[in-house]
């Protein structure tokens, strides 16, 4: 029983990862006022870089930082078209995962000469974590490199939204773009730098999916970024309530697998997370109230 | 933040002396051209030459009666989806949920057609009832929730799209035939007949008549936006909520009549494949055409006929990218289409900024 419990604990903790990573990189977009529906397409472009650096470089270190950058700079697009040019936040979303889809397999073709996937290439190595290590089924995932840093990185993302004059700066981008301007910032550097970081998050996800699976495949992010957005909503657009509504989605993913052909409908369980998500934004779930100007582009002659 | 009242503002500009251009018309070529630059960097990239691939595909999709008939029938869905955007849009929302409208119009429309016993003047136009109320059933729940709720449509009809794929592959458990992901096949009585039946040029093609209810469709939704009452309320709401709410308009209402209607035009965009063309539903038949119509809207700018001259123009692509396969990877046109997409909104942006720079 109890090793059961630890094997679903595991799984869940398992698909969990790449969904907290990208939903608290979501927040960070948002929080300063810029829809990201890019998650999709900024994790499938990561997923790539990772495995081209892991191919061409030869060190999977240096395919994270890949992963990372090529995040970013997908991120980077988002901005430059939302924020500098100012156009629709939505739509450059969905254009940009339409873009990552193509733009992988273009290149999966070209380089791999393989329409559905990479060879294999290396993960990141496992850490030296001690005796913790040794947990049942927990512990080869303690060992793993992104395990421990998105943990981390939970307490750190509300320490900077909700502790430092940057992360103040970025909410106060989100809710009352003028009334930042109105104190000297710029409306948008900041935002700006909360799409940026949205980008490195969302790219160590990319990185975890590649790494875990040794391989792209085409299309291998399959909606996680959707999931990822409707956990940050379900979590308030909050850095660890985002972490915990993607704990709750990746337990009902584990346990829809546990179930599979035991007789339990569990292909309806897929469908939880997005009815969960509609009764959240339609406020039965307590208020999930988006941040005041989100999806505004922020015009300084009609401020 | 209230604006000041115009009378503090001190003396208004003087309105330019001659009109000026409206710059904007020209996004959406602007945005197919840079595309076009843009990929045919990428061709280059990979050793091809931009002018061959390009001619290829012009020549396949449009030079011969089966090209012509394969990119109408690529069009066809294109027509639904973007027509349901177009719709949605004029009315002030954004429906990113037609994929899923599509979908479950198509599953509606194979049910019927396999499983009610009807005789043939009945049954094709009963499955084409059950497609549209399927699609309208689908977008009428995201209407509902803003009226009622004020909750976002974008984000709650993406997770209706999923909750569709979901419920489909649930109910495929028990629907579908053994060891496939399709429906059985829909009674004869059903079917649309094809396109080259009347217009043997387009031999072998599966371009069917469904593509001209979408042109009735179109021509339709003209008149119901353009010289109806009701019509003319949803514009008023699309471009400014508050001023249909003053003029009367019972807003909440017209939030759920458009996008309901939204959904059953995207329902109906099912039935191209599930009537006229495979006679059965197949899990993931819509393929991301839902999602296109978003950018069929965009460059269509929310009009009907430049919706079609739009379903046309990327039916034309998603067609042109199975021949050019040989040459360049087919998702070369997948990657034109996401650039298209972003070069218009982008153009879009810039040039009505420049607009209103130069008009102040």
Known sequence: ?303 | MSSPAPAERGPQPEPPRRTAFPLDALSPLVAVLLALVAGGVLIAAVGQSPFEVYGLLVQQALGTGYGVGQTLFKATPLVFAGLSVALAFRAGLFNVGAEGQMYLGGFAAALVGAYVPLPWPLLLPVALLAAALAGALWGAVPGLLKARFGAHEVINTIMLNFIAFSLVAWAGQSLFVRATVRTSEVRSAAWVSRLDVVLPWLKGSPANLTLLLGVVLALALWLLLFRTRKGYEWRVLGLNPTAAEYAGVRTRVAVVQSFALAGAIAGLGGTSFVLGYKHWFEQDFTAGAGFMGIAVALIGRNHPVGVLVAALFFGALAYGGLVVNRFVPADIVNVLRALIILFAISAHALFTRWAKQRAA
């Not at chain 1, 273009?106 to 393989?114: Q, R």
């Open chain 1, 1 to 303: 029983m109890l090793d059961a419990l630890l094997l679903f604990a595991a799984a869940t903790l398992r698909i969990t990862v790449p969904y907290a990573l990208a939903a608290m990189g979501g927040s960070f977009s948002e929080r300063g006022g810029v829809v990201c529906l890019a998650l999709e397409g900024i994790m499938l472009n990561s997923a790539l870089a990772y495995v081209l650096g892991a191919w061409f470089l030869h060190d999977p270190w240096l395919a994270l930082l890949c992963a990372v950058l090529a995040g970013v700079a997908t991120a980077a697009l988002h901005a430059l078209i939302t924020v500098t040019f100012r156009a629709d936040q939505i739509t450059s979303g969905i254009g940009l995962n339409l873009l990552a889809a193509g733009l992988t397999r273009f290149v999966l073709v070209t380089v791999f000469h393989s329409s559905s996937n990479s060879p294999r290439v290396a993960g990141l190595p496992d850490l030296a974590v001690g005796p913790l290590a040794s947990l049942p089924a927990l512990g080869p995932l303690f060992a793993t490199p992104l395990v421990p840093l998105t943990l981390a990185l939970v307490p750190l993302s509300v320490w900077v939204q909700h502790r430092t004059p940057f992360g103040l700066r970025l909410r106060a981008t989100g809710e009352q773009p003028a009334a930042s301007a109105a104190l000297g910032l710029s409306v948008a550097g900041v935002r700006v730098s909360g799409v940026l970081l949205c980008g490195a998050l969302t790219g160590l996800a990319g990185a975890w999916l590649a790494s875990e699976q040794h391989s792209f495949t085409d299309g291998m992010t399959s909606g996680r970024g959707y999931i990822a957005i409707a956990a940050m909503i379900v979590g308030k657009w909050h850095p660890a309530g985002s972490a915990a509504a993607c704990l709750l989605f990746g337990a009902t993913e584990a346990a829809q697998i546990a179930l599979q052909g035991s007789g339990f409908p569990s292909a309806l369980l897929q469908a939880l997370p997005y009815a969960v998500t509609m009764l959240a934004l339609a406020g039965f779930i307590g208020h999930a109230r988006p941040p005041k100007a989100l999806g505004r582009p922020y015009d300084p002659e009609e401020a």
